[in-house]
């Protein structure tokens, strides 16, 4: 059958021309020549695949955390893309994040009859179904079975729904019983508004929609609806037909209720049936022979002369490595010329894919080269001797001052966000489970009532990520990274004004500060306030709706910037306060793992903050010292627990002890530091070597030559740990992605090169820094926005609705999907686990990048 290739740029326009009846005829044609020619097959991973389409069945699961992800059901990867999730039997036409979710109670796969079967339930409800998918023709079959009818409550609700991600249908259109259609590129379709009493609650009662008093709420109605679909039929690496067997089919834009949702092909499920009460077809189109094109993953900055090259070429399973590849060089008469061709070696399977390496370290001449395999081409990269210098700018100059918590903060004729949170923040209450995982216990610990105003709060600190609450552990990690930053590499950069008086900032305006320290300050601010007007540190403090916690834009708007006034009607306001209770929570139960790294962090910054701020220097290690006290009288009464607090605690007093010695020189914390760290490096090795690295230019020759032992267990264990993975770097199996570890990974052992440089080389510190810049699975871009010559088009940062980024950022990177598939997405920003810039990650990266130029600079 014949493929035709259609130039989407002359389709558009063509498009635009075209009647109702010239379109219809044109999809048609475009169907005709579409070659729907694939046979799946359920493979020993347990999902079905043929080459250029893999149909995976519940092989991720909803996690119940974060509610909809967009990481579970029913999914497709489609000619090596996921187009597709969330097929599962749903209770809305656009289900948002924070809907309820069905529990996967069975899944079956029987080869027998190639079939997976999936049973689901939703508790509230009492409600079970079963959904079957099995391959028929050149697609497959999807049953729904019920054993009892759908619940009263559920019907005209409950049904099938199967999600398609926007950005791979923009531009696209789709046929409906014959019917053209095109996809919006923006949600323009229709809504309407119903009584609150018809609603389906969302997760633990919370709503994400603020009906200012109304009580309605607004329900999507479909852009189509009909029996046959087909979706985008001119583009055949997206083409997918869906036929159903009764029910009708329809098509929803799930954007007009969250920026983040999806297009979602939905039927009903019929009332008063059992058994199968539901069948689709469905033909996503295969390419016949497709195989996936080859990523030639690198450095997107570039590398040092002397520095080691490599390559990575990601390899479809059925491709088979190329024997040569080549790299050229630019000339002085503009042209490029091949400097070198080498071997390709194979390096063989990881996960789905193959691969293979090319080193070009021989290649040593200063330049700009791309590299050559086969038919592709990378971008161009510098090899110079400066790659390094200024890779952590913009991180600096732009990124952490977009985040700055209570400041308004401009950039030229542009501004980020007026003065947030001015309205301070109110005690949470008691035994309360917040949405983002924040909990407060049975009591305040404070002098508190549950929601009175905890008064002085407006200062400092930084947003925690893409949303706009303050996570106290993240800022001690902040602060810990910077004044690591300050004292090994005396960053005196300044290119911000920030003026803590007025509350204002002003990107790439110099103001005689070096920057790094106004941050350090900036962060100590907020901790100290937290000491001294609660009188410990906190969890976090955060809004306490979630139809404010997906706010998105300027975030001085997320509240009212007013103190909540009881007295008032919500809505009404005095000028001075409002009766509406926006104001952000403080959630203050009381850890001595949190006091001890906020005592930590504030010993820290009291170091970096002497002869800047000397006041708050000496306030600094004063708290720190009163902290750790408090800290161990709590720690004896303490019951140990299974909370993520608890794991992350251990060893917090540790590095307490050894931040106050460094800043005190007391010798009761260098004796509690030496009685642990041995302890703690044999119980748990790799997350305790950065302090006591750190602590080696304190201490004698024989702590030096105690600690070289656990050094050499050290890359015993990172290199038989990384060489299951062609980059060589620890790369993490989870929906977070894993940069930050490769980050801290790369610090440490710059440390160990430092101090013990015939244990390990610099290429320990570069492997890792050129993992974050490019050289990793799924693409090329480099996981820092806007640095290099290729990075992330989109970031989830407060501004992701734009589907663009904040300079400097840091996303998460990639995350796992099981059983094999790696991903981290350009197109769509709101994929948290990919995409999400937080605080912590931009500082340390912000450490390795000035590590790597030291080194750079070293023979």
């Known amino acids: 059958m014949t493929k035709y290739t259609i130039n989407p740029k002359v389709f558009f326009s063509f498009n635009q021309a075209l009647s109702q009846k010239g379109l219809l005829f044109f999809c048609l044609f475009c169907v005709s020549g579409i070659a729907f020619s694939q046979n799946l097959v359920l493979n020993d991973k347990e999902y079905f695949e043929t080459p250029g389409l893999n149909v995976l069945v519940f092989s991720n699961e909803y996690n119940g955390m974060f509610y909809d992800e967009k990481t579970a059901g029913l999914e497709f990867i489609h000619h090596g893309v996921r187009t597709v999730t969330g097929g599962a039997i749903r209770l809305q036409n656009t289900p948002e994040q924070w809907d309820l979710i069905p529990k996967m109670t069975s899944r079956k796969v029987d080869r027998a009859t190639n079939t997976i079967e999936v049973g689901l339930r939703y508790e509230e409800f009492d409600f079970d179904s079963r959904f079957s998918v099995t391959p028929k023709g050149k697609g497959f079959v999807i049953n729904v079975f019920l054993d009892k009818p759908v619940p009263k409550a559920l019907e005209g609700k409950a049904g099938f729904n199967m999600e398609f991600i926007p950005t791979s249908y923009f531009e696209g259109n789709y046929l409906v019983d014959g019917k053209a259609g095109t996809f919006p590129r923006y949600p323009a379709s229709d809504t309407q508004t119903l009584p609150s009493s018809q609603k389906i609650q969302q997760f633990a009662t919370h709503t994400t929609f603020d009906d200012r008093g109304r009580n309605e709420f607004i329900v999507t109605l479909p852009l189509a609806t009909g029996k046959n679909f087909i979706l985008a039929p001119e583009n055949p690496e997206r083409t997918v037909k869906i036929e159903s067997d009764g029910q009708d089919v329809m098509l929803f834009d799930g954007r007009n209720l969250g920026q983040n949702g999806w297009f979602i092909v939905r039927s009903l499920l019929p009332v008063n049936k059992t058994g199968k009460v539901l069948t689709w077809y469905v033909e996503p189109n295969a390419i016949p022979n497709w195989t996936r094109k080859p990523v030639i993953a690198f450095s997107q900055v570039g590398y040092m002369p002397s520095q080691k090259k490599v390559a990575v070429i990601e390899l479809d399973k059925n491709d088979k490595a190329l024997p040569k590849a080549s790299v050229f060089k630019l000339n002085a008469d503009g042209k490029f010329t091949e400097q070198l061709k080498a071997d390709v070696k194979v390096w063989g399977p990881y996960l789905r894919y193959n691969y293979a390496q090319f080193d070009f370290s021989a290649i040593k001449e200063k330049g700009l080269y791309y590299i050559q395999y086969g038919d592709q081409k990378t971008n161009t990269f510098q090899i110079e001797d400066d790659v390094y210098a200024k890779i952590w700018q913009p991180t600096m100059d732009v990124w952490f001052p977009v985040q700055m918590d209570h400041m308004e903060v401009n950039e030229a004729y542009r501004i980020w966000h007026g003065k947030p949170f001015l309205d301070d923040c109110l005690q949470a209450p008691v035994n309360h489970e917040h949405f983002d995982g924040y909990k407060q216990g049975p009591t305040t610990e404070t002098k508190y009532k549950p929601l009175e105003r905890i008064p002085n709060m407006a200062v400092g600190g930084w947003f925690d ?333 407060g501004n992701r609705a734009d589907f663009t980024t904040i300079a400097g950022g840091v996303v998460p990177g990639l995350i796992f999907l099981k059983p094999d598939y790696l991903e981290n997405k350009d197109d769509w920003p709101f994929f948290w686990g990919e995409n999400e810039c937080i605080i912590d990650g931009g500082a340390w990266y912000v450490f390795l990048a000035n590590a790597a130029n030291e080194l750079a600079a070293t023979k």
């Open 465 to 797: 990520a893409g949303d706009f609450d303050i996570q106290t552990f993240s800022h001690v990690s902040v602060i810990n990274s910077f004044v690591e930053s300050w004292e090994a590499f005396k960053v005196t950069r300044d290119e911000t004004y920030i003026d803590q008086k007025t509350q204002f900032v002003d990107i790439h305006r110099p103001d005689g500060q070096p920057d790094i320290l106004q941050q350090i300050e900036h962060g100590a601010l907020n901790l100290v306030a937290q000491v001294e007007n609660i009188g410990h540190p906190v969890r976090g403090i955060i809004v306490p709706h979630l139809h404010q916690y997906h706010h998105l834009g300027d975030a001085s708007t997320e509240t009212d910037n007013l103190p909540y006034n009881p007295s008032l009607k919500p809505y009404e306001s005095n000028g001075s306060s409002t009766g509406t209770p926006d104001d952000r929570w403080a959630f203050t139960n009381r850890s001595s793992f949190l006091d001890y790294r906020t005592a930590g962090a504030l010993a820290a910054a009291g170091r970096a903050l002497k002869g800047y701020n000397d006041t708050l220097a000496e306030k600094c290690v004063m708290l720190a010292a009163k902290l750790n006290a408090e800290a161990n009288e709590i720690a004896k009464t303490a019951k140990p627990d299974a909370s993520p607090m608890s794991r992350w605690g251990r060893g917090s007093d540790m590095i307490a002890m050894m931040q106050l010695y460094l800043s005190t020189k007391d010798e009761k914390y260098k004796k509690g530091f030496l009685d642990k760290i041995w302890k703690l490096l044999d119980e748990n090795l790799e997350p305790n070597m950065n302090a006591a690295l750190l602590a080696v230019p304190a201490m004698d020759k024989k702590y030096k030559e105690k600690l070289r032992g656990y050094v050499l267990k050290y890359k015993e264990k990172i290199d038989k740990d990384n060489s299951d993975n062609p980059y060589g770097v620890p790369v993490v199996k989870r929906g977070w992605g894993g940069t930050s570890q490769v980050i801290n990974w790369a610090s440490t052992n710059y440390y160990i090169y430092k101090i013990y440089p015939d244990v390990l080389d610099k290429e320990y510190v570069y492997r890792g820094l050129n993992y974050v810049l490019g050289c990793h699975p799924y693409s090329n871009l480099s996981f820092v926005n806007a640095v290099g010559n290729k990075s992330k088009k989109v970031a989830y940062g």
